[in-house]
């Protein structure tokens, strides 16, 4: 099949979206894949020293295209998914993942990256490409390529197992999530809920013909009734709904009505992604297999992290008793809610937070809307890193996996295309849920006609899952974000500007690629800080009906408001952590304690708040189970330290600068130091390059409120 013929083999440009279909999947993957065999198989038998450009420079031409490649089929599988395309993404991936483990096991390719290691050139290669050398070889021992013959056949099916049950888990969480409705037409039902997720939800009735109002678990649906609902027992149902997705309780009927319905229960799959897991870490010679994930990470070692974890949580946690003392207090006496239950904690807090600060997110939601967030975050970057972006010409005929969808321009202080950017905000069916930033094309060094070197411009994707705009009486409104959906949209735009800013012309360490795991939150989690500022706040911030911008006096509110029930949230994200280093270090799946068993044991050592028995949490953990997370969701919070310390430096300029804290010298230095740099060195040597030291934790408790 040509390139002009199948979209996923043209890579002249940006991905053809509206030109892919279902059946041009598994010719492209074909192609590609026999394309890398050949390629790799000239090179083995090439009699002459490996050197980086006959050797290292053609394997990775080679792997980008098939890259780029299946990242569009794996993009259109997480946005646009259906059966068909769900068929086809799940017939290819045993053999991406095949290909993949044959390669990071390939003994002769092994054997001619350790000459390139010795070889004289090695000397003279940049840093960048030493720590790419460095890094393969690390790679190659990971991927089983120092296993004998038998262990690594076995290797290879581990592999693509857990590859396939991954993406399972991924699809049982989907279809349970999509499967669940809540139909009421009664207004006592919906009491208290605000007017434009009312307004969504009667939206999502009227499109199946029926009368009244429609509520799902996509979070823009779900959360609302959580916060708002003064109906207690809808609150429960919705919250038992959520929390039992892809567990024992959850099946879907085929869509004929006839035959057996199909579980969408998880937790098979979680025991055996954990055997298999273990399985591998012993083959490779570890003792679990957080041991391996930290092979690539900062931290050394799981006892590292799980004490650095509960270190946090010896602190935090005298001030999660604290916020639920309170929130228990407040609900039995202003509530009349004597005990309270997991689906009451959202909506008490809401209230308490109302009464305590005489505001509630819904106000606060009214003077966030779309179209002066996107621009103000868009000035807040220009300003700090001395760039521009714009909306991408029309006219060049982009295509787009959906009407929703922009592609956006960044342009450096010269006027040069620097990077791009999709921008898919609203949540959809076909749409898993979350927010992420995924790489469509790397930044890298590429050879024109004519012979001479060019760069190829970085592109990314950032995925959120917000509430779409609502027709209000007939009329149009832009979508509305609370001041968190604010935050997630700068956290992902604090990946993609790390992705697309770098200077690295090595793919290999270019951008987010060659990170290590725990530290690739730093510019994301960075980048949430600017949303407390006044000076940003007041540039991104218009009333939705009168355009009067956020109040001075609403915004001392939010920032007095900023640390309300921190404690709690700080041990939940420490609890998750924990459950799963715990998860992949001292837990055996073959023993009697079950998965859930040891959730209550970390539980109880760090939580203040147990949810009823039927609830699942494990089966819903797509990070670890159906993502990368696996052994690193404490990632989180190491790299909030790095964040924390590194916005530090801004805060402690503030003061002598007539700037603020939108100091565009310290954000230079921030882009060069941080951003600009990618996987090329290791983290630690970017962050003490920007700070000047190594980090320290102390920055981290002072912004959620608590003493050092």
């Not at 009486?473 to 992705?499: D, M, S, W, Y």
């Not at 690295?504 to 994301?524: H, R, T």
């Amino acid at each position: 099949m040509t390139t002009l013929s199948n979209p996923l083999l043209d890579f002249s440009g940006l991905p053809r979206f509206s030109d892919i279909k279902t059946e041009h999947v598994t010719p492209a993957i074909e192609a590609l894949l026999n394309e890398n065999k050949t390629i790799l198989d000239n090179i083995r038998h090439d009699p002459q020293p490996p050197t980086w450009s006959t050797f290292v420079q053609p394997i990775v031409d080679a792997t980008e295209r098939l890259s780029r490649a299946w990242g569009q089929v794996s993009h259109l599988n997480a946005v646009m998914n259906s059966p068909e395309l769900r068929a086809a993404y799940n017939k290819n991936l045993p053999l991406i993942t095949q290909f993949y483990a044959e390669l990071s096991q390939d003994q002769q390719l092994f054997e001619k990256f350790k000459q390139v290691r010795a070889s004289k050139e090695y000397a003279t290669l940049s840093p960048a490409r030493k720590k790419i050398i460095e890094d393969e070889l690390r790679d190659f021992r990971l991927g089983g390529a120092e296993l004998p013959d038998e262990e690594k056949q076995r290797f290879l099916r581990i592999q693509e197992a857990l590859s396939e049950t991954s993406s399972q888990f991924n699809d049982n969480l989907l279809d349970a999530t999509n499967a669940f409705s809540l139909l009421t037409d009664n207004p006592q039902d919906v009491a208290g809920i605000p007017e434009d997720a009312l307004h969504a939800a009667r939206q999502l009735a009227e499109q199946e013909g029926k009368t009244g109002w429609k509520f799902t678990l996509h979070m823009p649906s779900y959360l609302p009734v959580q916060q708002y609902a003064e109906n207690r027992e809808l609150r429960e149902k919705m919250y038992r709904a959520y929390n039992t997705r892809a567990s024992e309780f959850d099946a879907v009927h085929p869509e004929t009505g006839q035959g057996e319905a199909k579980s969408l229960d998880n937790m098979p799959l979680i025991n055996k992604i954990l055997e298999l897991r273990e399985e591998e870490a012993r083959l490779l010679g570890f003792n679990n297999y957080a041991e391996v994930s930290l092979a690539t990470k900062m931290a050394e070692s799981p006892q590292q992290v799980l004490d650095f974890l509960r270190e946090l949580a010896a602190k935090a946690k005298p001030y999660a008793e604290r916020d639920l003392q309170e929130l228990q207090q407040f609900a039995a006496e202003q509530l009349s809610l004597p005990k309270l239950e997991a689906w009451d904690i959202p909506y008490a807090s809401e209230k308490l937070r109302q009464a305590r600060y005489a505001f509630s997110d819904q106000e606060v939601k009214q003077y966030f809307p779309e179209n002066k967030v996107l621009p103000g975050m868009f000035r807040l970057v220009e300003k700090l890193y001395r760039i521009t972006i714009t909306p991408a010409d029309a006219a060049r005929n982009i295509q787009y996996w959906h009407p929703d969808v922009t592609l956006y321009d960044i342009f450096d202080a010269s006027g040069a295309l620097i990077g791009q950017f999709y921008l898919d905000l609203y949540a959809r069916a076909s749409k898993r849920g979350g927010a992420w930033m995924d790489s469509a094309i790397s930044r890298r060094l590429v050879e024109q006609k004519q012979g001479k070197p060019a760069v190829q411009i970085p592109v990314a994707y950032l995925t959120c899952n917000f509430s779409a705009p609502v027709a209000v009486g007939g009329k149009p409104r832009p979508a509305l974000f609370t001041h968190n959906e604010v935050i997630v949209l700068f956290h992902e735009f604090g990946h993609g500007l790390h992705h697309l800013l770098t200077q690295v012309d090595d793919l290999s360490v270019s951008g987010i690629n060659g990170v290590e795991w725990d530290a690739v939150e730093l510019p994301s989690q960075f980048m949430e800080n600017f949303c407390w500022e006044w000076d940003v706040l007041t540039g991104m911030t218009g009333h939705v009906e009168t355009g009067a911008p956020l109040p001075r006096a609403l915004y001392e509110k939010m920032l007095a408001a900023r640390n309300f029930q921190s404690g709690m949230q700080m041990v939940r994200q420490i609890e998750f952590a924990l459950f799963d280093m715990r998860l992949h270090s001292d837990f055996n799946p073959h023993g009697g304690k079950t998965v859930l068993q040891l959730l209550d044991e970390v539980r109880s050592e760090t939580a203040v708040i147990f949810p009823p028995a039927y609830h699942r949490f494990p089966n819903n953990f797509a990070h670890i189970f159906g993502g990368g997370y696996a052994a690193g969701y404490y990632s989180y919070k190491w790299a909030e330290v790095l964040s924390a310390d590194a916005y530090g430096m801004f805060e402690e300029r503030a003061a002598s600068s007539v700037e603020g804290v939108l100091n565009a010298d310290i954000g230079a230095r921030f882009r060069q130091e941080i951003l600009a740099m990618g996987g090329s060195r290791p983290a630690l040597e970017s962050f003490v390059a920007f700070r000047g030291r190594t980090p320290q934790m102390d920055a981290l408790l002072r912004h959620n409120g608590m003493a050092a």
